[in-house]
Structures are given as structure tokens and as C-alpha cells.
């Protein structure tokens, strides 16, 4: 049965969508089975995957839906039979199609750019995991590579208790130039500094899955 992970923030321009596709190709890279889902409105996994059509010879195998409402529980119940990891990507605003791809999860994966206002925004899908009664992993996205902003970030999350991945994810162009391709940084460039940082993401959900399981 899969490890479903629903890629969750109420904030939008957090990096969902780009998060949720380069974990699930790191992880399918890593020889996984690996089932990807778009539930966000704006569909932006949707145009990833058609760019992907055109990168085969780089691509892992993947698959991928784009279901929406009653079908989100559907879809998620049918892939964990034949999939090892199950990644959702979840609308920013849509309570409704959020609450149930959460309720749906065994990890709310919430990313968190290094701001003040990304960790005000995140209130709301803590809530709303917590209303579901599902886990809860923060991971620090598009990170400087300079400033205090991360180190007073994590001392407020530390200040809350809320559980943070050591793995950090740094503000790095490869992200965006590997998505726009329909790849994830592990398969363009795959011995870069991003493809290390996804790697090291992939391999923290791993442990947390297993610990799990």
C-alpha cells in the first residue's frame, strides 16, 4: 500500500506544485513506484506533465492524474494499491478539494518559504490537518542563500513545536528551468546542488514512511 503525502499551504507562491513534482521524480528516481496527482485549480502539474511527453529519455516512469471533488478519494484509494508513494499536490485555497486530499494522506507536507508571512499562512492548513487528525512535516523551500530570515524561522517553529525536515530546499534556478522542461532537478541535472537537496527530501519521507508503516 502506498505512503500518501499531500503537499499542502494555504499561501499561494509557496512552490507547491514544483515541490510535489520534484519529490515525486526524486523518489520514483530512487526506484520507487510513484503516482503523482494535481488537484490544484490551477492545474500547473497538468501543463508539466504534457511538457514531459517530450523528455521521456530523462523522465522516470510516473503516473499521474489530475482528479477534482468526490474523485480525489477515489483516485488516492485506487493508486495505493499499485504504488509505493502517492504525492498530491493541493489547491491553495479550495477547502473543500484540500480538506479531502489531506484527509486522504498519511503526511501533510507543508512547504514553508523563510518569511514571516508564508508562516502566518500556514496556520490554516495546520488546522486543517489537525481537524483531519494526520501528521504534519514542514520543510523550509526557496531558501536564501544568505540572510537570518531561515534562522529566525526555525527558531519560531522550534517555539511552537511544530516538527520541521532537516532537509531544506535552497532558492536555486535549476527548480524552475528542470520544471518548465517537465522534469524534476534529479533527472536535468542530476548531480547538482538541488538534485542533492531533493534527494535528501525524498530520502527524510522515506524514513518518515517507514516509521509509519
Known sequence: MAFVIAVAQRKGGAGKSTLAANLATALAGGGARVALLDTDPQKSLVRWRAQREGALAQAAALAFEDPSGWRVPAALDRLRRGHDFVVVDTPPHDDTDARLAIR?????????????????????????????????????????????????????????????????????SAFPAAFARGLGVTEAAPRSAAAEEMRALAESIARFAKRKG
Open 104 to 172: 486522504g494522506a498519511d503526511l501533510a507536507l507543508v512547504p514553508l518559504q523563510p518569511s514571516h508571512a508564508d508562516l502566518w499562512s500556514s496556520e490554516a492548513t495546520l488546522g486543517l490537518a489537525a481537524a483531519e487528525r494526520r501528521p504534519v512535516q514542514m520543510v523550509l523551500n526557496r531558501v536564501p542563500p544568505t540572510g537570518r530570515l531561515k534562522d529566525e524561522i526555525l527558531t519560531e517553529l522550534a517555539a511552537r513545536k511544530l516538527p520541521v525536515l532537516e532537509a531544506t530546499i535552497g532558492n536555486r
